[in-house]
Structure formats: structure tokens, C-alpha cells
């Protein structure tokens, strides 16, 4: 790999899948399956493709949250995607989301399936079809939308830019590292800010803008993403922190970031999860 501070960009980009990288093997300059592989179906209305990524945590914890308000239609069944291994280039996940991301949903409750993908699109679908979690009010509906879908704006910088560059780069590179920190650190300001306000992301009401941020922004300050608690210095967030804290603190949360989970701890892992005696082959830590 050429030195970052001696490369200089061909007229023409080519494709080298030998990138150096974490997760160089699954990143390829075009769309559509590899390979036929269909996916598997449980005995519930909802189905879950995923992993426990921030972006899937997202919606295993809505959907816990579902289930903890007494929502029964909610329950699903949540199979593992692995992503190193090439799963979401499967025809049958790319059937679901031709984008080839986690997570997907298929949502088997009426006549006909339906088809969901990218995280904010499912939290904003589930939040509708349960009436549940997003407001009704109009003023304070469109507060909840605007931070959903800064959210889904803003996170592809603390991950691919900052996460990539700081925790998983083959090469340290100063000047991508700096640019991202300082990106992070004024979306860390914009949150700091706004919790300053209010108890919640949208207002005093918990919804979707805060299942939707938490999983990145949250675990974020709670040093569970790229080890970068100490670097990015995040106690100076101290609104941040008292929301992740106490969003970390309900069960729902918990459950739903142990599902399709795969790293750390073996106990907080539930690879699948068909049924909610599932958790209890471990125990959930109490806050």
C-alpha cells in the first residue's frame, strides 16, 4: 500500500480487492448477490436479518421496546447476517435490501410480505405501524423526524470516517483521523446541546430519535464503540452521558443489544433470537 502522504489519485480508479483493512473482503464496487442462497423464516410475523451493529441494535431494541409495551404483534425472529462471511450478498437478502446492509425486515403480518430497509426507514415503519414511539402531534413529530434523519446523516461519520480511520485503517493517517475527531466531536457538541434541553432527543418523550442515536452516539460516550472514549474525551459531554446512562439502564436496551450480537462478552451474545425465553439462557445485567 502506497504511503498516504505520497499517493497521488490514477485518471482512473481500478478496483484492488487486496485493500489492507478490517473488513476489505466484503467491499466490492458493485451491487447485487454473489451467490443463491435463500434466507430462513421462523414462525413470527416479523423477520429480522442482521447483526449487532449499531445500525441493528437500532431496531432489536425498538422492537423490545414493542414487546415491553404489550405491543403482541411485535414479536419476531431475529437470524444472524454474518457480514465477513459474505450472508448479505445473498440473492435471497439482497431480495429484501438490493443495498446489501444491515438490517433488513420482512414483515409477514398481511396479505402480502413487505419489504423493509435501511434502520431509520424500519424504526419509522414499526413506529407507524404500531403507533408507538413517534408523536402524533405535528410540531412534535417533525422535531422527532428531523433528528431520526440526522441520525442517519451524521452517523456515516462517526462510523466509516472516524471509526474506520481511527480503529480499523491499515495506516494511522493523521490528517483523516483529525478530520473526523473534529466532525465527531461538534456532533457530540450538537447532541450535548440539544440534551441540555430537554430529557429525550426530540423532547421529554422517548421515541425513535433516541433508539435511532443511541446504538451509535450512546455506547459512543459509554466506551462500547472503537475504544475511543478516552481519546475523543467524553466526559466533557456530560448531557450526553446522563441520557446514555439511563438509556442503558432499561431492559429493553439490554436485550436488544445482545441480540444478533457476535463479539465481547460471550455472556450479553444471543446470536438468534426466535423467542424471549431465548434470553434467559443468560443473564441480563442489571443496571
Not at 485493500?19 to 434466507?39: E, Y
Not at 465477513?84 to 438490517?103: A, H, L, M, R, T
Request: contains cysteine.
Amino acid at each position: 500500500m502506497s504511503d498516504a502522504s505520497s499517493y497521488s489519485p490514477p485518471r482512473v480508479w481500478t478496483f484492488k480487492s487486496a485493500n489492507g483493512g478490517r473488513f476489505a473482503n466484503i467491499n466490492r464496487p458493485v451491487a447485487g448477490p454473489t451467490h443463491d442462497k435463500q434466507l430462513p423464516q421462523g414462525r413470527h410475523p416479523l423477520q429480522l436479518y442482521s447483526l449487532g451493529t449499531p445500525n441493528g441494535v437500532k431496531v432489536t431494541v425498538m422492537l423490545e421496546e414493542l414487546l415491553a409495551a404489550g405491543h403482541a404483534g411485535a414479536e419476531y425472529d431475529a437470524w444472524l447476517i454474518r457480514i465477513d462471511e459474505g450472508d448479505q450478498f445473498g440473492s435471497g437478502f439482497v431480495d429484501i435490501n438490493p443495498n446489501s446492509k444491515i438490517p433488513a425486515l420482512l414483515d409477514r403480518s398481511g396479505t402480502q410480505p413487505i419489504r423493509v430497509f435501511e434502520s431509520g426507514a424500519i424504526l419509522l415503519y414499526l413506529a407507524e405501524k404500531f403507533g408507538a414511539f413517534v408523536p402524533t402531534d405535528a410540531a412534535a413529530r417533525a422535531e422527532c423526524l428531523s433528528w431520526l434523519f440526522w441520525q442517519m446523516g451524521s452517523a456515516p461519520y462517526l462510523g466509516g470516517g472516524f471509526g474506520h480511520f481511527y480503529a480499523y485503517a491499515p495506516q494511522k493517517i493523521e490528517y483523516a483521523i483529525d478530520r473526523y475527531t473534529m466532525e465527531v466531536k461538534r456532533q457530540l457538541d450538537v447532541l450535548d446541546r440539544r440534551l441540555a434541553q430537554s430529557r429525550h432527543i426530540a423532547g421529554e418523550d422517548y421515541t425513535i430519535a433516541d433508539m435511532a442515536i443511541w446504538p451509535w452516539y450512546g455506547q459512543l460516550v459509554l466506551g462500547s464503540l472503537y475504544g475511543a472514549a478516552e481519546f475523543l474525551q467524553v466526559q466533557e459531554y456530560r448531557h450526553v452521558m446522563r441520557w446514555a446512562k439511563e438509556l442503558e439502564a432499561r431492559v429493553p436496551v439490554q436485550r436488544g443489544r445482545r441480540v444478533n450480537r457476535t463479539f465481547g462478552d460471550a455472556a450479553l451474545q444471543l446470536p438468534e433470537r426466535h423467542d424471549a425465553s431465548d434470553f434467559d439462557k443468560f443473564v441480563t445485567p442489571q443496571a
